[in-house]
C-alpha cells in the first residue's frame, strides 16, 4: 500500500534537512561490485555527465534549473588515492577510445555542487555549497567481512571442502606436514599456489573465494599477512607451517579487514551496487548461483537504514541502495525489464533486509556508457531485436542477440531452467563527434536522481 503524504510531515522534513545540510553537507557515496562490474566507467561517466548535464534529463535540479556551478574539488581523505577521472575520460574519448584500466584499490573522489536553494531551505541560504564524496572500492574486499567470526580452523575446512578433490593446490598439499616448520620459500610456494587458484576460480565466475585481496591485494602484494592458505587441522609449535598461517589470518583479520571497515566503509550514507548479471549468464548455472551467494555476503556488511537529524554525531547508515545491472547496452530495451527482474531475484534477501531496516532501494538496468545502437533483423523468418556495436578485436561494426532472458528469473537461478547468452567483447563508442555534452549512458540520470536529488533540494 503506498504511504500517504502529509503536508506537514513533509514541511518536518523539509526543516530537518535543511538543518543537516547546513551542519554536513556531504554525501558519501560509495560505489562497489565484483571485477568487470565495470565500477571505474560507472563513476567516470556519473562524474562527467554531473559535470555536464546535456543528458541528464531525469536530474530533477538540473532539470528545474538550479545548478549554478560543479567542480571537481580537493578530497577530504588525503592519504588514499584519488580516482583518476581525467585520465579514464580520456581513454574513453579519444580518436581510437579504450576502456580505463579496472578497480585495483580504493579512492576517492569530491564533485562540489553550487545549488540556488528553493522552499525552506532558501529561508536559511538561497545558495548552498553540496559536496559529493565518491568512495570507489572492490567489492571483493567486501567478502572478507564473513571471516572476522571464524578460525583459521574454520576457515581452512570450509574452503578445502568448496575445492572439492581436483586440483593442484590440493595435490600440493596431500603430502605437505603442517605441525613441523618449514622455510619461507616453501610456505610462499604454497601460498602462491592457492591464490592462483581463488584468481583462477574467479576467472571461471566463481566469486565466492576470499579472502578478497587475494584477488586484489592492492599495496598488500607480497606482505605476510597475505601470504597463507588453508591447511587441514594439525597439532604443532608456534613455528609450524600451521601456526605461522593461523598467526597470519589473524594478522589480516585485524590489520587488513578490520582498519578498513572503520576507517573507510563505516563512513558510507549512500550505496551503489553494481552487478555484471550478464557476464554471470554467460558463464553459466554455476557462476549465477555463486554470483548470488557472493552479493548476499556482500550486502551483509552493510548498515542500512534511515538517518535523522542528529545523524553526524550517532554515526552514518546507508539510506539509500542502488542496486545496478550493468552493461544493460547488451540488451535491446525490450528485454531491459527482464534484467531487472534477474538482479531482484539475485538480491532479493538483501534488498528485504534494507527496506526492513528504513532504507530505500531502487534496482535498475544501466549502461554507464553506451556503446550500441538497437535495431532488428530477420532471424528463421522472424523479426528479432537486437543491438550493434564495434567488435574489440577489429572493430567491425557488428549485430548481435544475446539472449532471451527467463521470465521466470527464480526457476532459472535455481538451476530449474536453462539458456544460452553470448556476447561479443566490444570497443567503447567513438565519441569524436558526438554533439552532447557527456557521456551517453542508459538510466545514469535516473540513478543520480535517486541518490542524490533529496539532498540537492
Known sequence: MKRR???IA?????????????????????????????????ITALVANLLERDRMLSFQVEAEGRVIATHLAEQPDQTIARFEFEKHLASLLKDNPEWPESTRHISELRLSFKIARKGIGALFNDVSTIHLDIVDYPGEWLLDLALMNKSYAQWSEAILEKLGKNNDYLAQIKNFDGSIAHKETELSSLAESFHQLVR??????????????????????GAPAITFAPLPASKGGRKSAYSIFESRFEAYKKKVIAPFFKNHFAKIDRQVILVDVLGALEKGSDA?????????????????????????LLGHKIDKIAFVATKADLLHHYHHERLVDMT????????????????????????????????????????????????????KTIGFHFGDLPDDAESFILGKKDGKFEAPKLSPPDLTNRTKAGLPHIRIDQLAEFLLGDRLR
Open 5 to 7: 503524504s502529509f503536508p
Open 200 to 221: 583462477t576460480r574467479h576467472k571461471q565466475g566463481m566469486t565466492d573465494a576470499v579472502p578478497g585481496r587475494f584477488l586484489l591485494p592492492a599495496e598488500l602484494e
Open 288 to 312: 549465477l548461483a555463486t554470483l548470488e551467494t557472493s552479493m548476499t555476503d556482500i550486502l551483509s556488511a552493510f548498515n542500512p537504514g534511515k538517518n535523522g537529524l542528529f545523524s553526524f
Open 344 to 395: 531482484r531475484a539475485l538480491l532479493k534477501s538483501a534488498e528485504r533486509r534494507a527496506v526492513y531496516s528504513g532504507a530505500k532501494t531502487s534496482a535498475k538496468a544501466a549502461a554507464s556508457l553506451r556503446a550500441t545502437i538497437e535495431d532488428k533483423a530477420k532471424h528463421d523468418g522472424k523479426e528479432l531485436a537486437i543491438v550493434r556495436g564495434r567488435r574489440a578485436n577489429d572493430q
Open 10 to 42: 513533509n514541511l518536518i522534513d523539509d526543516i530537518a534537512n535543511s538543518i543537516r545540510h547546513r551542519i554536513d553537507p556531504t554525501i558519501r557515496l560509495g560505489v562497489t561490485g565484483l571485477s568487470r562490474a565495470g565500477k571505474t566507467v560507472f
